[in-house]
T-cell receptor, first 109, second 115 residues
Framework: RKEVEQDPGPFNVPEGATVAFNCTYSNSASQSFFWYRQDCRKEPKLLMSVYSSGNEDGRFTAQLNRASQYISLLIRDSKLSDSATYLCVVNSGYSTLTFGKGTMLLVSP | DGGITQSPKYLFRKEGQNVTLSCEQNLNHDAMYWYRQDPGQGLRLIYYSQIVNDFQKGDIAEGYSVSREKKESFPLTVTSAQKNPTAFYLC??????????????FGPGTRLLVL
């Protein structure tokens, strides 16, 4: 059974804080991984892909641990505009993606 | 501008009525997808299409139908058989169907409400 699990949150952090989200997946055959961001009542937008070696894009760092079947997203120096729901997404190689339910982040002044 | 458009933004359905949601893309993507999102829930796949004139059922296809007569268009019909259609419907597309690095891009969504 395909499954992606995330802590729903919300994670409440002050501006400037560092926050990390984890996501676990059940299908060991999963081949590619993504983080999407979804603002309230809007469509999901790709934040970053997650590669085996880990990757960084500005304040965002994504890591993959295949042995433990989890991926993580680290956000440094949080901004008010980072407030959103972060979706963990896994491609298991069957032409479709499996989405987690998302982790809500609230950044306060 | 390249992108995915969905219309209408809001749609109201009466009991027993079929309604059709539009999805158009000008990204020249091969694959297109329909998802449903309920409050506090993840996206669930309704139907997907990897090529014109072909489509596959997703996890929750019952009560829905689709067509893929053109590469750019993938309309979704919510039939009267769908007993709980109120949800946020999202259309997506991707470059390579079945590719391992298959990034999907989403349209702005349609909110369907039952009167």
């Amino acid at each position: 059974r395909k499954e992606v699990e995330q802590d729903p949150g919300p994670f409440n952090v002050p501006e400037g804080a560092t926050v990390a989200f984890n996501c676990t997946y059940s299908n060991s055959a999963s081949q590619s991984f993504f983080w999407y961001r979804q603002d309230c009542r809007k469509e999901p937008k790709l934040l970053m892909s997650v590669y085996s070696s880990g990757n960084e894009d500005g304040r965002f760092t994504a890591q993959l641990n295949r042995a433990s079947q989890y991926i993580s997203l680290l956000i440094r120096d949080s901004k008010l505009s980072d407030s959103a729901t972060y979706l963990c997404v896994v491609n298991s190689g069957y032409s479709t993606l499996t989405f987690g339910k998302g982790t809500m982040l609230l950044v306060s002044p | 501008d390249g992108g995915i458009t969905q219309s209408p933004k809001y749609l109201f359905r009466k009991e027993g009525q079929n309604v059709t949601l539009s999805c158009e893309q000008n990204l020249n993507h091969d694959a297109m997808y329909w998802y449903r999102q309920d409050p506090g829930q993840g996206l669930r796949l309704i139907y997907y299409s990897q090529i014109v004139n072909d489509f596959q059922k997703g996890d929750i296809a019952e009560g829905y139908s689709v067509s893929r007569e053109k590469k750019e268009s993938f309309p979704l019909t919510v039939t009267s058989a769908q007993k709980n259609p109120t949800a946020f419907y999202l259309c997506a597309s991707s470059v390579i169907a079945g590719g391992l690095e298959e990034t999907q891009y989403f349209g702005p969504g349609t909110r369907l409400l039952v009167l």
